[in-house]
């Protein structure tokens, strides 16, 4: 079936260092989400992604959609402490069978020392 | 407000035991979905249902169940054949073509001992 590769896995970072990570698939997909999770909660949108190459902004977070429509990445600028959590990206796209399901990378855990 | 419930937050049962894990949404979604997630795993499907009275295997189904029998509820149930069942288990729903991405509950974390 279709995978998604983000990376990194985790990272541990300084408060105000700036954050990327990414995600990568060998299956074109038509729509990129970005979620975030935090401890013992379940997975919120940040950002949706829906054109090739588009460049999306919510706050200090900007995600960006491939222009080979199999890449996205995050940014999170000037990271703080309530930055923590899991990063998870998703794409979704027709899989086989006609099915409509996300498809979900494995997660980037973020630390951030204050 | 529109949301996903999932309850309890906590379920402790004893080995050997089925248990149900309750969620219910009033977003008029189509689909729900159910996940597992273990440390460094990321979430696994288990099952989902794309519509009322129908529902289809994920990727970790043996040692699951569900139901859909109302459109705002998908209950799943942890069966005794399930062989690790401790874990922290999503559920999550969205419209049937699902291009918004899904909307998750708060999780449930079930502990078998």
């Known amino acids: 079936g279709q995978q998604l590769n983000q990376s990194p896995q985790s990272m541990f970072i300084q408060e105000g260092e700036d954050v990327s990570m990414n995600c990568t698939s060998s299956?074109?997909?038509?729509?990129w989400l970005w979620y975030k999770q935090e401890p013992g909660e379940g997975p919120v949108l940040l950002i949706a992604l829906y054109k090739a190459g588009e460049l999306t902004s919510n706050g200090r977070l900007t995600a960006q959609f491939g222009i080979t429509r199999k890449d996205s990445f995050l940014n999170i600028s000037a990271s703080i402490p309530s930055d923590v959590g899991i990063y998870f990206c998703?794409?979704?796209?027709?899989?086989?069978?006609?099915?409509?399901?996300?498809?979900f990378g494995k997660g980037t855990k973020l630390t951030v020392n204050p | 407000d529109g949301g996903i419930t999932q309850s309890p937050k906590y379920l402790f049962r004893k080995e050997g035991q089925n248990v149900t894990l309750s969620c219910e949404q009033n977003?008029?979604?189509?689909?729900m979905y159910w996940y597992r997630q273990d440390p460094g795993q990321g979430l696994r499907l288990i099952y989902y249902?794309?519509?009322?009275?129908?529902?289809q295997k994920g990727d970790i189904a043996e040692g699951y169940s569900v139901s859909r029998e109302k459109k705002e509820s998908f209950p799943l149930t942890v069966t005794s054949a399930q062989k690790n069942p401790t874990a922290f288990y999503l559920c999550?729903?969205?419209?049937?073509?699902?291009?918004?991405?899904?909307?998750f509950g708060s999780g449930t974390r079930l502990t078998v001992v």
């Open positions: 999550a729903s969205s419209d049937r073509g699902a291009w918004d991405g899904y909307t």
């Open positions: 977003l008029n979604h189509d689909a």
């Open positions: 998703a794409g979704h796209g027709r899989a086989q069978g006609g099915s409509e399901k996300l498809v």
């Open positions: 299956s074109i997909f038509n729509t």
């Open positions: 249902s794309q519509i009322v009275n129908d529902f």
